[in-house]
């Protein structure tokens, strides 16, 4: 975790009252004129509801759920001025609450009551816990084009347009540029590691790599050297070279199956026009991803286990959860199925950034104006009046001409859009499906898995992780492998406790990567990741994908503009869709539409 | 207690809903812009975390906790919005908060809500309250110089600063200008006692003699015509004539010890240099003064007696509680031992303000341009950037160029410097000490001792009053022995009830000065106190003493500047430390350093 910021809330302790530390202040206030935020009483239950039987895991959940509530104003725990606790079964002498709150507060000392209760809104509740919490203003900003977030399409938006001659403010949920481009430094030597977005390539995404010039960040070819480890829907570990298809499957042809099924999606995909996907595609737009495979290759599981693994890794989804003509059209955006899934010379994985890809964000937002950036402060409402177009976010308002808008489709629900999005637009927000996506990154002090001459690539039919990845960095003494924990195994991980989770992950590259090695697998030196699905800033990775129907009805209204709002993101691209070359072009492309349209209110 | 102040508050009772009156309203709002100040939920325990046993009393505690807590703020009951009661065996036909209540609010009507609760955080606590609280903000000042206390010292800064052409406001976090100057008349007849500073000399004190002259102020000679009572250490009441010494002491050599203490006292005074003490008397800052007390007179009883009742009359402290070169050089600051202690011609109490010295720090506070001053704003933070330096109240922030901090050293702690204060000044913060003084003051209808030839001066070696004095103001009528509680004595009478704290004092008075009057003493007419060291802006009176080494290691940190940050105050004057005069003195070295660094960057 990182350390606590500097706090806006002034917390006092008097003279002459007993001492209240560590655990809170006796007075403590909002900044002056400050947004006040006030949080429901939150309880230990997921998101059904649901609460543990155990009362220190409900007292974390608790606190889990009050800092989806601070994050979603774009606040942090030192922004709480004041904490009310309801406690059922209170017990002087054993205060199970006081661990999760110090470890939740970091140092923190708000104004705290606590509250002994006989019961709960329901019998299962032990603890319920409010917050109030102090959010500072900045001033007003009057600007020609707001851009709503900071990943790398918003950021490139912001770039063309101040580069046009207009002004450009970009107001950011998170606390970082990026988005989905982060890159993770716990050991502060430097050795990133990517949790999200994590390649590029230099011959065919041009947008990006032309950005990474530029900004002159160095990158490493992908280690695709040695064997893929195949394990087979019923566990039989096998190798075959990378770039290659497993050489034998238990299915009775099995290995012929997925030759087919690759073969014929990449036949179908390279007849798709991107820019017009439902014209030669209208029909795949009528089944799923899965009733496609199914007709083409029958009920052959090795196939559909193929076809998992695309979806899963690529969208984090199952093939149902997708229609046919959107993922093969998502394929072709990237070239082709082979292409977009290589991770050799043309391939979508052929590159990566050492310092990882947030640098390019990170770069990127340092060729912008000084203070064009407000984090902290997601935007709730888009106003459009006949003169201006409002922007409202939690730390500040604006006043500007036109929105560049590049959050992804289904997020357009957490923005109040005055006049309301048009009907076309709430659909697609709302049929546009993210995935579960969350690569586990397994840190050790050595690439232990070349010296059994393995690629550090592993292909799994039976689970529970899918896919992993040698994304070590030599040079930096960055080893480790990325373990795609995606789809409905990835939904089933993300049930356990992180550590269960940690532990299920080790047990699988151990069975797997690891037979090769006779038990010797290193301990890891670390082990990180992010549940994209639960970050409200992008409940997803990469990008949504679209059910049946929805291409053909509403492609179109990915990238339609409603008044003085523009649309980017990399789900918009038509090359490289849920890449980062994708999100850049989309970025370029509403900048073009935002600086033709002011160009053209001046004339 | 004053009437309430107007409220900034919006309190509403909504037509059609039941009567509210008197506790409460049913809706109330901050002011608009206001900061929002939340308390701990407060309930009826002492510094120590102990609560009373009786309901009653813990709900008047909470109160008072409450009360500080607003205070911290320079808040009052007025400025709140909203209360919550929780309580322990709440029963509605007997509800035991509402007199305590209605005494707190003084007739403001918050909105509240009551909540009866099974238990508290503690199985003694009967009783939590908890405040929302709206502090209306006063707009951004930028100015040359903010003075940091509306004392003596700061108000002369202010003054200095001001004549010199610069721009100079003052922010005080009292709800009156004064500091330890404050002259009480709660008869509103015009007869003022003074709770704090009360003496000044017209001869040796020349800078608080001239603002008493400028500012036209009425003084009186302290009365020191008559006998002293001496009480002795077994209880023994004897008389002596003012400015002689005890005839007897129930002590062997007890007048000879008492005498060669007091002369080699005044002797080693005057062989310090008060702008060096450390040159001449290093070698006493190894020691208390207890310790150098009994090097001087061995085991005698009596001799520390007398050195108990110097500390604790001039510094509310005991002797082992300071360094002996800290109270010889302080005692030379006033000229010398018994200069200091006379309240004759030359001595540090030889004149009375009619007014009572508050009438001095109001009069110079008159003499600033208009709107210089804000009160009930406590400075919690100074920040030095490159370019300014930021003071933020916390009704108002300031920008500034200087900021002079007039609060006494232990009171440092209280606000948040950026970047910090140096170590020696952080070391000289936190190793002053303030001790506890206490006035109690009690009216009588007619200065009755007179009529038995008594001066109204006790000093008393068995205690618990220390030493009394005739404060009246004979020409107005006011008439009252001033009884000062002080030192450990004063500790022990403050763990009293206020009531039981009166009638002890009473009593005493009755044994010793009454003793000459066969049971005649009359019944007061009023008593009033100010407990200083619960006072959480003086928190102790006159100011803070030095404990051994920090005299020689830490004066020079007394004075030094802190970046753009000057530090004036009694306890930093070179001549007549402790007293208004002092702290006259400070203020106007603190200007005049100021005034030189503003006139210097202007070159």
Known sequence: MSPPKPTNVMAIDPHGLFDSRPNF???????????????????????????????????????YNLRRCLESFGASVTDIVKLVFYIVDYDHTRRQHTTPLQSFLQGHRPATTLVPVPKLAKPEF????EAYVSLPQQPLQEVDVVVVGAGLSGLKAAYDI????????V??????????????????????????????NDTNQSEIFRLVQTLGLETVEQNTTGSVIQEDTDGTISQFQYGGLPQRLVEANGVANVT?????????????????????????????????????????????????????VMLGL?????????????????????????????????LRLVKGTQSISIGLASLLQPGTITLNSPVRSIEQTQSAVHVTSTRRQYICKRVVVSVPTPLYKEITFTPQLPADKVELSQRNKLGYNNKVIVRYSSPWWRNYGLSGMLQSFAGPVCVTRDTSIERLGQFSLSCFCVGDWGRQLSKLSQEKRFETVITH??????????????LPVGIEEHEWQLDQWAQGCPCPASSPGATVRLERALRST???????????????????????????RGADEVVTALNAAKL
């Open 25 to 63: 202040s006796h007075v403590a206030s909002s900044a002056a004129g400050s947004r006040v935020v006030m949080t429901a009483g939150q309880v230990g239950a997921d998101d059904k509801g649901v609460a543990p039987r155990d009362t220190v895991e409900q007292i974390q959940l608790a606190f």
């Open 126 to 129: 032990k603890f319920e816990v």
């Open 162 to 169: 101040q580069q046009s001659g207009h002004t450009c403010a």
């Open 171 to 200: 107001v950011e949920a998170r606390d970082r540029v990026g988005g989905k481009t982060w890159s993770s430094d716990r050991t502060d030597a430097g050795k990133f590691v990517d949790l999200g977005a994590a390649w590029i």
């Open 260 to 312: 087919m099924l690759r073969d014929r999606a990449e036949e179908v995909c390279q007849t798709l026009d991107i820019r017009s996907p439902a014209q030669a595609g209208s029909h795949l737009d009528n089944l799923t991803f899965e009733d496609w495979v199914r007709s083409v290759t029958g009920s052959s599981e090795s196939a559909m286990a193929s076809a998992r693994i695309w979806t899963r």
């Open 318 to 350: 199952e093939p149902h959860e997708m229609s046919a003509l959107f993922f093969l059209n998502y394929c072709k955006s990237g070239g082709g199925l082979i292409q977009t899934r290589s991770d050799q010379k043309e391939g979508g994985q052929y």
């Open 509 to 522: 590259i151990e069975k797997t990567l690891g037979s090769v090695s006779a038990g010797k697998v290193p």
């Open 562 to 588: 409603h008044g003085k709002v523009h649309f980017v993101g990399t789900e918009t691209a038509y090359e490289w869709k849920g890449y980062m070359d994708g999100a850049v072009r989309s970025g370029a």
